[in-house]
């Protein structure tokens, strides 16, 4: 499986963006999915995962009742709808799967990553 996650970009705060992860191969409908984000200095965190039927999601303290995550399988794709941004949402954002299929939010548990899209708030 190969990840290719688009959408960052500048905003300001209060703003929306949606992040894209386009996904290659047939069977990515089974993959557990999560984005997570890394702002300059900091270490890699969780931000939201969605298991592989879209029935079950999972969403970091910071972000939840702000972002949503969601699939479209027919489209091989994850987004990543961010609502209401904050200056302490920039970060590179990264999106990542695994064929176990539920819910995942440790990094260490995904075994494919896409390359990052950054997004920066500016306040």
């Known amino acids: 499986v190969q990840l290719q996650a688009s959408g960052g970009g500048l905003v300001q705060a209060g703003g929306s963006l949606r992040l894209s992860c386009a996904a290659s191969g047939r069977t990515f409908r089974l993959y557990s999915t999560g984005w997570f984000r890394q702002a300059p200095g900091k270490e890699r965190e969780f931000v939201a995962a969605?298991?592989?039927?879209?029935?079950?999601?999972y969403y970091a303290d910071s972000v939840r009742g702000r972002f949503t995550v969601s699939r479209d399988n027919a489209k091989n794709t994850v987004y990543l709808q961010m609502n209401s941004l904050k200056p302490e949402d920039t970060a590179v954002y990264f999106c990542?799967?695994?064929?176990?299929?539920?819910?995942?939010?440790?990094?260490?548990?995904?075994?494919?990553w896409g390359q990052g899209t950054e997004v920066t708030v500016s306040s």
């Open positions: 969605i298991n592989w039927s879209a029935s079950s999601t």
């Open positions: 990542a799967a695994d064929r176990i299929g539920s819910l995942l939010t440790r990094g260490s548990e995904y075994q494919y």
